[in-house]
């Protein structure tokens, strides 16, 4: 299994509340995701980062802030938490390899409950 | 924006048959297709990528690929009980590192 950890697993907060999520690997790998899932609408790309200090907004970034000051360390923040941000949110990491460096591996994701 | 459809099922399947499972996709420049398997409350893990047409066969999994017809599959031989799962469809949002596009998965349960 890819080397990556998420921190909180399960987390519940009020709505109005800033959230930080922290995503950590040990592969060393150049990139990080962070996606979240919810019934009905799969998997979709939040924020992404190809290298330290170097990010970029996915699909769903509204709300949502990220920083990455390590490799090995992406940080998802919800400024003011809402209902609507009650999902699973999923890290992955991906590198330049001997597979198609869009091949990703994912963290064992966190359970946020914004009440 | 890229899409990528699949059937949400459930799709039942019974034991030691095989099972297939569609995706179809609406970029025709998509030059990779993955596969990943979901049990319930549990993260995503890669079964297989393919890029190129054809088959890819590995172990009791194959991929099958039709660029021409924008359809790749993944057929499950000898399925298993441990095999029921949510399987999701990938491609690349873009032309470099920079996310998947994922289907909203297919919800298989092999029947023993």
């Known amino acids: 299994d890819a080397g990556i950890t998420q921190s909180p697993r399960h987390k519940v907060t009020e709505t109005g509340t800033p959230v930080t999520l922290r995503c950590h690997q040990t592969?060393?790998?150049?990139?990080m995701y962070w996606y979240r899932q919810d019934p009905g609408h799969g998997l979709r790309l939040i924020h992404y980062?190809?290298?330290?200090?170097?990010?970029d907004k996915g699909e769903v970034s509204d709300g949502y802030s990220v920083s990455r000051s390590k490799t090995e360390d992406f940080l998802l923040t919800l400024e003011s938490a809402t209902s609507s941000q009650t999902s699973v949110y999923f890290c992955?990491?991906?590198?330049?390899?001997?597979?198609?460096?869009?091949?990703?591996?994912f963290g064992p994701g966190t359970r946020l409950l914004v009440l | 924006q890229k899409e990528v459809e699949q059937n949400s099922g459930p799709l039942s399947v019974p034991e030691g048959a095989i099972a297939s499972l569609n995706c179809t996709y609406s970029?025709?420049?998509?030059?990779?297709f993955f596969w990943y398997r979901q049990y319930s409350g549990k993260s995503p893990e890669l079964i297989m990528f393919?890029?190129?047409?054809g088959d890819k066969e590995d172990g009791r999994f194959t991929a099958q690929l039709n660029k021409a017809s924008q359809y790749v599959s993944l057929l499950i031989r000898d399925s298993q009980p441990s095999d029921s799962a949510t399987y999701l469809c990938?491609?690349?949002?873009?032309?470099?590192?920079?996310?998947?596009?994922f289907g909203k998965g297919t919800h298989l349960i092999i029947q023993p």
């Open positions: 992955a990491i991906s590198e330049w390899g001997e597979r198609p460096q869009e091949t990703q591996y």
């Open positions: 592969e060393n790998h150049r990139y």
């Open positions: 980062s190809y290298g330290v200090k170097d990010t």
């Open positions: 970029d025709r420049g998509s030059q990779s």
């Open positions: 393919i890029y190129s047409n």
């Open positions: 990938a491609v690349p949002r873009g032309g470099g590192a920079d996310g998947l596009t």
